[in-house]
């Protein structure tokens, strides 16, 4: 936690070739967790709901109802809220990770002689945040393009008004879609960035805004930082839920505008 | 002027012009949606989430301009 870096840092390299980093393990731990609950969920599971089932009976359905409200088909809502719970529970582990308290700061020496923390909040490094990004906006495209491809397209390259404008002011017109039609495009890559930076941002900025307090002074580094940690704790859960509905939202609007 | 002196003062303009548009739209979202509350207070529970997630989104320009400002100071 002392030095500030972007960057992960590479734990260890499998084959020679790929780098695993402190973000990897954090994450590959908060899979393993949620593997167990889920298992421990499934065997356990009453028909009157007891402690956990009651929390997880809760969350799935406020996201079942956003999800209904997103999508006009029932059976399609419940195939991607299988997706966007999922999201919400990893990020959820992911961004309140970094309060687990001896966890964090294990320590390693490589063979180099550096010493790196083992684990890292997966959330406060780009490349996680990046990788669902990709996820959410791969099953946005493919879903509209596997309905209906042609008309998806169209609504990128706006190509059809120009052929049928019969008069100048027509013509200027379907131009101006055209290029409003391009701009989408842009668009969707704004996406990209705006959605895994978002998320990426809070994360970073709540744990360093804890870093620099602690080493402000000595006075500061015991009570001071308690708000700014309690306010960590309620970004990451709100950024949890905006990422989550954020991606339902975006796969119920490109498939909302091939169907319409 | 110094390369590390410059990279100080970018870092905190950065963060300081892109916080206050950010400010300004949060405000109005908590205004408005407190005023929509107190008009009609069995909507307060679906008003309320919905004033988080468009607040958080309103943020992140916020949170762009930091990583801006992030980037300055410790990646380039």
């Not at chain 1, 602690?214 to 905006?242: D, E, K, N, R």
């Not at chain 2, 908590?30 to 009609?40: C, T, V, W």
């Not at chain 2, 943020?59 to 400002?69: F, N, Q």
Request: glycine share 8%; with cysteine.
């Amino acid at each position: 936690m002392e030095n500030i870096s972007i960057s992960p840092d590479v734990v260890f390299f499998i084959l020679g070739f790929i780098p695993i980093t402190s973000s990897h393990i954090a994450l590959f731990f908060i899979t393993m967790a949620l593997t167990l609950i889920s298992v421990y969920f499934y065997l356990t599971a009453s028909l009157v709901p007891t402690g956990l089932q009651v929390v997880l009976e809760g969350v799935y359905e406020w996201f079942m109802e956003k999800a209904s409200a997103a999508f006009p088909d029932q059976k399609r809502a419940e195939r991607a809220l299988a997706l966007i719970m999922t999201f919400f529970l990893v990020i959820i582990f992911a961004n309140l990770f970094g309060l687990l308290p001896i966890i964090n700061s294990i320590v390693v020496h490589l063979s180099s002689g550096q010493a790196v923390s083992l684990f890292h909040t997966p959330t406060s490094h780009l490349s996680m945040t990046l990788a669902f990004t990709l996820i959410t906006l791969t099953i946005t495209h493919v879903t509209a393009l596997m309905i209906k491809p042609l008309k998806y397209i169209g609504n990128f390259f706006k190509i059809g008004g120009i052929l049928k404008a019969r008069s100048f002011g027509g013509f200027a017109k379907a131009i101006l879609e055209f290029l409003l039609g391009l701009l989408d495009i842009v668009g969707e890559i704004a996406k990209l960035i705006s959605l895994s930076c978002r998320l990426f941002g809070n994360v970073l900025a709540g744990e360093l805004m804890v870093v620099v307090i602690m080493s402000l002074t000595v006075a500061t580094q015991f009570i001071f930082p308690m708000p700014f940690i309690i306010l960590g704790i309620v970004s990451g859960i709100i950024q949890a839920i905006v990422f989550s509905l954020l991606s339902l939202n975006y796969i119920s609007l490109a498939m909302a505008s091939v169907e319409e | 002027m110094e390369l590390e002196a410059a990279k100080v003062l970018a870092a905190g303009i950065a963060v300081g012009l892109g916080a206050i548009g950010p400010g300004i739209g949060e405000g109005i979202i908590a205004g408005r949606a407190l005023e929509a509350m107190s008009r009609n207070p069995e909507m307060s529970d679906k008003l309320f989430t919905n004033m988080l997630v468009s607040m958080a989104i309103a943020e992140s320009t916020a949170i762009y301009a930091l990583l801006v400002a992030f980037i300055i100071l410790f990646a380039i």
